[in-house]
């Protein structure tokens, strides 16, 4: 059949080839530059198939014309034979998996990978659910496994920018496990998390993709699609696979394995991508005024000590609150009534102070007896815990003894609660 259809001469070059279609297993794409070579193709086909006595389906089969946004979509009528069914044109096919849209944005792609990955992550968090309890390399082990296959699927292809559909699950399968709310600062969960973004994933599966190619046989298609891709960004400075992985290259600071395509180390490649994500985490954690208490307690992205730990969840996600700076204190829910900053003071205690965290960790005279219990406690982690700033105190409590720190906040948030709600 492919002889046949290529016996026409309608084909599209490819470097020094010629295609005409793609077949894999009962699957076939033809492709023709113009509606009535396609046509043309299209008849072959359907002789073909009439002769050894198949039959195409006319509802599985479309038609997609890929063109330039500005261009209006062919208002050809395509024929299974004369005055036979007629085949749609549609906006999108899925080949193989992947939706390719008329303008190859993949903003179906993304949008259909998006929603599967949110039923995997569903399920997942009802697996911890019925657990009860799952520490923090189970649950990073279980994202890794069950929902970025799904996410990151053909990534390589489409994976050159953002796509708010898929932050939105990573954001969310951290914010499950940090245990706050879908208003918390992104930054603070994704620092205390340190996990690898969807971005520098998909980036490393360009660069295993591109180590694939250039290691492929010469002579196979793959390979040709490959080097045209290259010679249409060099040629026309096309956004394409090749304009992807040049970019990501210059940021690795590897233009030359570009030029000469060469394989890249991923493992080099991962660690220095990382250091992009942390360098960028700081800086947007910095402009954020919420995360003040934050950025002077933490430094590095990775894992934080809380989270690794075994701690029960109420208490890990007051921990996360009062570092994100959301916990419902007076001075985070005053806002919510337009109150003055200066005057969210604190109710229990009649100083009129701010009720801030440092007011209610460390001032309040309500938890005065909790206080003096926890500081005895916790008072070997440090030689000079008297001299220290509460800052530097909250850093060294959350560095050595998160868990002594998780159960005083639990304890006094709880009592403060039962004092005011009363
Ligand atoms: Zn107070």
């Given amino acids: 059949m492919i002889k046949e259809l290529k016996y026409t001469g309608l084909v599209v070059p490819v ?3 010629t295609v005409c279609a793609l077949a894999y297993a009962d699957d076939i794409a033809l492709i023709a530059d113009s509606p009535e070579n ?57 080949y193989l998996g992947v939706y390719l849209d008329q303008y190859l944005t993949f903003s179906k792609a993304t949008t259909v990978l998006g929603s599967a990955a949110g039923r995997a992550l569903g399920s997942m968090i009802n697996k911890y659910k019925s657990m009860g309890e799952m520490g923090y390399s189970t649950y990073t082990k279980l994202f890794e496994s069950l929902v970025c296959p799904v996410m990151d699927y053909s990534s390589a292809i489409w994976g050159g920018k953002s796509y708010d559909c898929l932050d939105n699950i990573f954001n969310r399968a951290q914010r499950f496990f940090t245990g706050v709310h879908r208003l918390c600062p992104i930054d603070g969960y994704t620092g205390d998390m340190g996990w690898a973004t969807n971005r520098v994933r998909w980036k490393i599966d360009a660069l295993r993709l591109w180590n694939r190619l250039i290691q492929t046989d010469k002579n196979r298609l793959v390979y040709k699609v490959f080097q045209w891709d290259m010679t249409c960004h060099r040629t026309d400075n096309k956004a394409n696979f090749a304009s992807n992985i040049k970019q990501i290259l210059c940021q690795l600071d590897l233009k030359k394995c570009y030029k000469d395509q060469t394989v890249i180390d991923v493992s080099y490649a991962r660690e220095q991508l990382m250091k992009g994500v942390e360098k960028d985490w700081k800086n947007y954690a910095n402009k954020k005024v919420k995360l003040d208490l934050y950025n002077n307690i933490k430094t590095k992205y990775g894992a934080e000590k809380y989270l690794l730990l075994n ?16 916990l419902p204190l007076r001075v985070e829910t005053g806002r919510f009534c337009n109150e003055k900053r200066e005057g969210r003071v604190c109710t229990l205690c009649s100083t009129n102070t701010v009720e801030n965290v440092e007011h209610f960790l460390f001032e309040c005279s309500v938890y005065d007896s909790q206080r003096l219990q926890f500081i005895d406690k916790v008072r070997d982690c440090t030689d000079n815990w008297d001299t220290l700033t509460y800052n530097e105190c909250l850093t060294k409590l959350f560095e050595l003894k998160p868990r002594a720190l998780g159960k005083y906040v639990k304890d006094i948030f709880l009592y403060r609660r039962s004092k005011l709600y009363k």
């Fill in 38 to 94: 396609l046509q043309k193709l299209i008849s072959v086909l359907n002789d073909w198939c009439k002769k050894w006595r198949f039959v195409i389906n006319p509802s599985k089969s479309n038609v997609v014309h890929y063109r330039n946004p500005p261009k209006v979509q062919t208002n050809f009528i395509f024929q299974l034979g004369d005055n036979g069914p007629v085949i749609d044109i549609t906006d999108n096919y899925k």
């Fill in 15 to 17: 470097d020094d080839l």
């Fill in 311 to 326: 701690i029960d969840k109420y208490e890990k996600s007051l921990l996360s609150q009062l570092r994100y700076g959301i």
